[in-house]
């Protein structure tokens, strides 16, 4: 019993240094970095060799479609974001992802305050509530007061009604 422990521990300390000395002999630094064409010039290719035109004809559906996503930009809406960045146009633009919905901007100092602030906006949803928008509004010294937060969520919201309406003018 006690030589079969042993053996048994042998054969896992073998298994593991055969394991871990796997990866010893690659080629770790000298690897180039793969190069894949677009995904228009793949599809272009397969159509040449199997002799077909594709078509860049649309159906009637869609122009429905398109009605359907007018107030939406990737998964966020358009309004809000276009309300966020108006309405922070003091902060400087530290990154923008309009497919996540995140707008993160540096510290700046709005027209006539103090005190500078630095904003992290997320836009949640492609409807036009409030639910949509979270906004995190940090200071030098912290977080800044949730009344400053609501104001300016207040108004983000406010220019986003009003560039829908402008928008459903034209």
Do not use: H
């Amino acid at each position: 019993m006690r030589m079969s422990r042993i053996l048994l521990a042998m054969g896992l300390g073998a298994a593991l240094l055969v394991q871990a000395g796997c990866g010893a002999f690659g080629t770790r630094g000298n690897r180039e970095p793969v190069q894949t064409p677009p995904v228009e010039e793949i599809l272009a290719d397969l159509d040449r060799q199997q002799g077909r035109k594709r078509s860049t004809r649309g159906t009637i559906w869609d122009f429905f479609k398109a009605r359907e996503d007018q107030g939406k930009l990737g998964a966020v809406n358009k309004y809000i974001w276009n309300a966020s960045l108006d309405v922070l146009d003091f902060l400087p633009v530290q990154n923008v992802d309009p497919f996540t919905g995140v707008i993160t901007t540096g510290y700046g100092t709005p027209p006539g305050g103090g005190r500078a602030y630095r904003a992290t906006i997320y836009v949640t949803d492609p409807a036009l509530d409030a639910r949509s928008l979270n906004v995190a509004l940090m200071t030098r010294s912290g977080p800044a007061s949730a009344s400053t937060v609501r104001a300016i969520e207040d108004a983000i919201l406010t220019r986003a009604r009003q560039l829908r309406a402008q928008d459903s003018r034209l």
